[in-house]
T-cell receptor, first 113, second 109 residues
């Protein structure tokens, strides 16, 4: 059973650019959630995808968008990058729409210059 | 608006003693509470959880206590071991996950 994987590990972008982060969910999981963790903060919920549909969204602007694919892998896209978007981006997978136990990937560290 | 708060950024405990990590929340609609542990360069890993209808849940060395009237959650680790050194996040759920800011626990051998 493979765990949650994310790519890339690190990424450096400049302000105004666009970025795509990728996540492969744990085997058997059909729900993926994305989180932003700024330095010294806890993870902040961005959105969740269940069976390829957005199933809940946190307080993030529309320039944060996502996709979930038939194999339940997922992408997080951020347009018009701002300096404050610099953070660790975590994805987590689970089964169904359960808000209980989630399994997290190691994260992608995004730096916006 | 931080609905889940961990007011102690760090905690140091001697090996073998009890570690107590605290968490406060503001939203009475939260229905599930969880603790996650995070090592550097890894994602958070689930540790233990408790439903809002219970006041205690125990799993080996880890016990979570919930005081709904005080809107307070605590994680007890006993005995503490050096391998427990990590950042601990409490989280609560109501339609989505809400995480605290974390407490860095150091267990001194």
């Amino acid at each position: 059973e493979t765990g949650v994987t994310q790519s890339p590990t690190h990424l450096i972008k400049t302000r105004g650019q666009q970025v795509t982060l990728r996540c492969s969910s744990q085997s058997g999981h059909n729900t993926v959630s994305w989180y932003q963790q700024a330095l010294g903060q806890g993870p902040q919920f961005i959105f969740q995808y269940y069976r390829e549909e957005e199933n809940g969204r946190g307080n993030f602007p529309p320039r944060f968008s996502g996709l979930q694919f038939p194999n339940y892998s997922s992408e997080l896209n951020v347009n018009a990058l701002e300096l404050d978007d610099s953070a660790l981006y975590l994805c987590a997978s689970t089964t169904g729409t359960s808000l209980n136990e989630q399994f997290f990937g190691p994260g992608t560290r995004l730096t916006v210059l | 608006d931080q609905q889940v708060k961990q007011n102690s950024p760090s905690l140091s405990v001697q090996e073998g003693r009890i570690s107590i990590l605290n968490c406060d929340y503001t939203n009475s609609m939260f229905d599930y509470f969880l603790w996650y542990k995070k090592y550097p360069a890894e994602g958070p890993t689930f540790l233990i959880s408790i439903s809002s209808i219970k006041d205690k849940n125990e799993d080996g060395r880890f016990t979570v206590f919930l005081n709904k009237s005080a809107k307070h959650l605590s994680l007890h680790i006993v005995p503490s071991q050096p391998g427990d050194s990590a950042v601990y996040f409490c989280a609560a759920t109501y339609n989505q996950f809400y995480f605290g800011t974390g407490t860095s626990l150091t267990v001194i051998p």
